[in-house]
């Protein structure tokens, strides 16, 4: 079965450093987003991204952060001056528009 | 705005015993709902979903939901729980459309004991 696949799977920066976490969404899927959880904490909804440009964005979606397809095939997630409260496990999930799936996510921790 | 509420952060259960992990939503609009499981180091696996139809709805691996509009929930069951169904489990609600934006609730950790 066709997955989502995130790269790297733990991450490690220093505060103040820009990061970049990558996604291969699922090939047919047009509807892309990145979610976080915080330790202990809900998964909440950072960004969706459809026609190459962002169709909705959360409160938590500041300038610090924006997201790009490249490509065909990767969609990234950037955090141009990392903080400490930015430590937390990154998701990505595509859609065909439907449910989503997502992959197993990237932990972010900032020191 | 929605909002998802999972009331228990932690179930713990004997293997073979009965589970239901509950779940309760708020929304001004029809919504969809779903039920999210991730096992250990692993990402969030879609476990089963209600979109229209029936409300009560089966995952392959026994668990079932049912969706009750007047009570708004959509609590999570299984007869029988195995050391396997160990994980985390997030119900989700999306008011759907194309964009399947989700709001989840926090989690509820099932730990199966032999």
């Known amino acids: 079965e066709p997955e989502v696949t995130q790269t790297p799977s733990h991450q490690v920066t220093q505060m103040g450093q820009e990061v970049i976490l990558r996604c291969v969404p699922i090939s047919n899927h047009l509807y892309f987003y990145w979610y976080r959880q915080i330790l202990g904490q809900k998964v909440e909804f950072l960004v969706s991204?459809?026609?190459?440009?962002?169709?909705?964005k959360s409160e938590i979606f500041d300038d610090q952060f924006s997201v790009e397809r490249p490509d065909g095939s990767n969609f990234t997630l950037k955090i141009r001056s990392t903080k400490l409260e930015d430590s937390a496990m990154y998701f990505c999930?595509?859609?065909?528009?439907?449910?989503?799936?997502f992959g197993n996510g990237t932990r972010l921790t900032v020191t | 705005a929605q909002s998802v509420t999972q009331l228990d952060s932690q179930v713990p259960v004997f293997e073979e015993a009965p589970v239901e992990l509950r779940c309760n939503y708020s929304s001004s609009v029809s919504v969809y709902l779903f039920w999210y499981v991730q096992y250990p180091n692993q990402g969030l696996q879609l476990l089963l979903k209600y979109l229209s139809g029936s409300t009560l709805v089966e995952s392959i691996n026994g668990f079932e939901a049912e969706f009750n509009k007047s009570q708004t929930s959509f609590h999570l069951r299984k007869p029988s729980v195995h050391i396997s169904d160990t994980a985390e489990y997030f119900c989700?609600?999306?008011?759907?459309?194309?964009?399947?934006?989700?709001?989840f609730g926090k989690g509820t950790l099932l730990t199966v004991n032999p």
């Open positions: 991204f459809y026609n190459n440009e962002i169709s909705e």
């Open positions: 989700a609600v999306s008011e759907g459309g194309s964009n399947y934006k989700l709001t």
């Open positions: 999930a595509s859609s065909e528009g439907g449910p989503l799936h």
